[in-house]
Nanobody, 119 residues
Framework: QVQLVESGGGFVHDGGSLLLTCAASGSISGINTMGWYRQAPGKQRELVAQ???????NYADSVKGRFTVSRDNARNMVYLQMNSLRPEDTAVYYC?????????????WGQGTQVTVSS
């Protein structure tokens, strides 16, 4: 059983910063990627950033240059440093873990953490 626990969400003003943290626990092996998605009210969940085991990362165009994803492989943790936040970044942010077990892909999700950016 894999569990993901996020922390670090909250309320900030336009231009502020937040650091999201996600800790993965349980029987974990074969990790492909760790990352963050978000879902705003009335919208579909979208990829924000993800990072592979080797360290390469990709970002949504809307957050490039403002957000940085990083991971600690030894501790099975992933971080999202969010700078220059905008009101349109307001959403519930979900930690995601993609695992490859014997050729099958499994996705695990955290419970979500609310990020609210006021104008």
């Amino acid at each position: 059983q894999v569990q993901l626990v996020e922390s670090g969400g909250g309320f900030v003003h336009d231009g502020g910063s937040l650091l999201l943290t996600c800790a993965a626990s349980g029987s974990i092996s074969g990790i492909n990627t760790m990352g963050w998605y978000r879902q705003a009210p009335g919208k579909q969940r979208e990829l924000v950033a993800q990072i592979r085991s080797g360290g390469s990362a990709n970002y949504a165009d809307s957050v490039k240059g403002r957000f940085t994803v990083s991971r600690d492989n030894a501790r099975n943790m992933v971080y999202l440093q969010m700078n220059s936040l905008r009101p349109e970044d307001t959403a519930v942010y979900y930690c995601n873990l993609e695992v490859n077990l014997l050729g099958r892909i499994y996705d695990y999700w955290g419970q979500g953490t609310q990020v609210t950016v006021s104008s």
